[in-house]
């Protein structure tokens, strides 16, 4: 393991999702891999590991280590902002895994032992709710890159405009991998247009919003929403896109959450959408904010893919 031979902090970094049993991932830089621990026995716990595999910090470059501290320091000035604790800790251990990472330990006035070190892994762990994880790291997230000099401008989610179609096209095709997912080819050339202007057949034009998510000046997704469709009083989603380059860094989770407000917001009492059945990273996303099957299996062919498509919902 000190050559990196199964190195399970050398599969993490390769991991496309960001979420896992052990935590969820606020970012990933130059030099290291950041994580918020599920164990949250201390508010703000956050791991941040290096990219490259060494076992001492000595052992990078002098310019490595010197961003990989930088990396250290904007975690625990964003976890004290955040969480507001009395002291904060580091750990670099490597014990049991000997790859280079930083625990970033809150420090509070009751956490049980303010003389001396933490008993963390001694102690029973404490999981929060997806949901609390999920606001917490978005807000972690926010406060970091904040630190590391970087874009943390908030989301604005508003409706596409028809002189965004290049905007949208462009966002179409650097999200190939859905389209070849769902109908087995890359997108069209008119892809946007058909987004903008295609409805459900039982659907109600009026009820249509098509989102666009911006950051800054830059179109990063969309949503395809319907009010009042397949029946009153349910939402429907009809396609979430978020921009390979921003994936991992939890605007997918800040999409879904806004989606929900936004179907709450119109009276619906139920919010479905409809995903592949052999997207297994889709459905367990959406499992962790609360979407469950229906039971149902819709078979369809969708351009040169025969696909099965399994509705969700949930309850809003």
């Given at each position: 393991m000190c050559r990196g031979d199964d190195c399970p902090l050398c599969e993490a970094m390769a991991l496309e999702h960001d979420q896992d049993r052990y935590g969820v991932t606020l970012l990933r830089t130059e030099s290291s891999l950041?994580?918020?621990?599920?164990?949250?026995?201390?508010?703000?716990?956050?791991?941040?590991?290096?990219?490259k595999h060494v076992?001492?910090?000595?052992?990078?470059?002098?310019?490595?280590?010197?961003?990989?501290?930088?990396?250290?320091?904007?975690?625990?000035s964003g976890v004290r902002r955040t969480c507001a604790p009395v002291k904060i800790n580091y750990e670099i251990l490597g014990n049991v895994v000997p790859h280079l990472h930083c625990h970033v330990f809150p420090r509070y006035?009751?956490?049980?032992?303010?003389?001396?070190?933490?008993?963390?892994?001694?102690?029973?762990?404490?999981?929060?709710?997806?949901?609390?994880?999920?606001?917490?790291?978005?807000?972690?997230?926010?406060?970091?890159?904040?630190?590391?000099?970087?874009?943390?401008?908030e989301l604005r989610f508003?409706?596409?405009?028809?002189?965004?179609?290049?905007?949208?096209?462009?966002?179409?095709?650097?999200?190939s991998d859905y389209f070849q997912l769902m109908s087995g080819s890359p997108p069209s050339s008119t892809e946007a247009l058909s987004l903008m202007q295609t409805v459900p057949e039982t659907a109600s034009p009026a009820g249509k919003r098509l989102i666009g998510v911006h950051q800054g000046?830059?179109?990063?997704?969309?949503?395809?929403?319907y009010r009042d469709y397949p029946s009153r009083k349910l939402a429907w989603m009809g396609i979430l896109l978020l921009h390979p380059k921003l994936r991992g860094h939890g605007h997918g989770a800040a999409m879904i959450r806004w989606m929900i407000d936004w179907a709450?917001?119109?009276?619906?009492?139920?919010?479905?959408?409809?995903?592949a059945d052999d997207n297994a990273r889709g459905?367990?996303?959406l499992a962790r904010h609360g979407f469950r099957p229906t039971g149902e299996r819709i078979s369809r062919v969708s351009g040169a893919r025969r696909l099965v498509l399994l509705p969700l919902e949930r309850e809003l």
């Open positions: 950041v994580r918020l621990s599920r164990n949250q026995r201390q508010r703000g716990y956050c791991v941040v590991v290096s990219v076992v001492e910090p000595f052992e990078l470059p002098r310019d490595e280590a010197r961003a990989f501290f930088d990396d250290v320091m904007a975690v625990a006035a009751d956490d049980g032992s303010p003389p001396g070190p933490l008993t963390l892994f001694a102690e029973p762990p404490v999981h929060l709710p997806d949901e609390e994880v999920l606001e917490l790291a978005t807000r972690l997230r926010a406060a970091i890159l904040r630190d590391m000099g970087g874009d943390a401008q508003e409706p596409l405009q028809r002189e965004q179609l290049p905007a949208l096209q462009a966002l179409c095709e650097a999200c000046r830059e179109l990063i997704g969309a949503l395809d929403l709450r917001e119109q009276g619906c009492v139920r919010l479905r959408l409809g995903v459905l367990e996303v």
